[in-house]
């Protein structure tokens, strides 16, 4: 875990991590958020719909955003302001791990936050989610 401080963080900082999505991921979050939709749980349905595998839920891909603040950037003095989220393709288990990739686009002296550009890729180099986090650094 890394325990960036405020003074210690600049723009322009790039952080980068693999992060892993299989089925055992996929049915514990179906047991905590209670979403049995089928394009996440059932693989006829999934083709029926033109998608090859069953699509991850997009939470659980964004579910990576409060691993980047708590473990990577800042660390342990992260707390988490405001994620802005958009999904620019689907995942599937079989294009994981994803690559996560934050930079450092602001910072607020004032309120001590920073504010994140973040972009998750599958395995082939797909654009699958991307974010904009606003994070206040707590030393």
Do not use: W
Not at 63 to 69: E, R
Not at 104 to 128: A, C, P, Q
Request: aromatic content about 10%; hydrophobic content about 40%; glycine content about 6%.
């Amino acid at each position: 875990m890394n325990e960036y401080l405020f003074d210690e963080i600049q723009i322009g900082h790039v952080v980068e991590f693999m992060y892993d999505i299989d089925e055992n991921k996929m049915q514990m979050f179906r047991e905590i958020s209670g979403d049995t939709n089928p394009l996440h749980n059932d693989l006829d349905y999934a083709n029926e719909l033109g998608y090859s595998e069953k699509v991850v839920y997009g939470q659980l891909t964004a579910a990576v955003l409060s691993t980047l603040a708590g473990v990577y950037m800042p660390g342990k003095y992260s707390l988490i302001h405001s994620i802005e989220t958009s999904f620019a393709a689907p995942v599937f288990v079989s294009k994981c791990p994803l690559r996560v990739v934050a930079k450092v686009k602001d910072k607020d002296e004032r309120f001590r936050y920073i504010v994140l550009k973040v972009d998750i890729f599958d395995t082939s180099g797909v654009k699958v989610c991307k974010s904009k986090m606003k994070i206040g650094v707590l030393k």
